[in-house]
């Protein structure tokens, strides 16, 4: 095989590109990868798999999630930091407390790739 193809995945549902403050997913949540320009995450909905990209204000929120736990996402929209940085916002809501992983034990703790 030649290394110079480009090869592209096909088959992984919808990408959901958080634009307008109020954009919500909801469904089962299937865990995070390593995309061309940084993680993303993959939620199986009512309309199939979405993807999307997991800002790190976001990221901070999903990173004890549970594979299979029952989620919604919710894009509150830009925000300032204290250092006074834009970044966008986000509020992760679960369904049941055995939707977290138990970070103190270090449970099945999915890590992003390149984590140490």
Sequence with gaps: MSSLKR????????????????DELEGVWQGSHEGRFGPLGTLE????????????????????LRIGADVLVRYTGPQTSKAGRLFKGFEVF???????????????????????
């Design 7 to 22: 090869w592209r995945q096909i088959g992984q549902g919808q990408f959901h590109k958080w634009e307008t403050p109020g």
């Design 45 to 64: 909905t009512a309309a199939g798999l979405v993807t999307f990209p997991l800002h790190i204000a976001l990221f901070e929120r999903v990173r004890h």
């Design 94 to 116: 679960v369904s049941g407390d055995e939707a977290l992983i138990d970070a103190a034990r270090g449970d099945d703790r999915e890590a992003m790739p390149g984590d140490a």
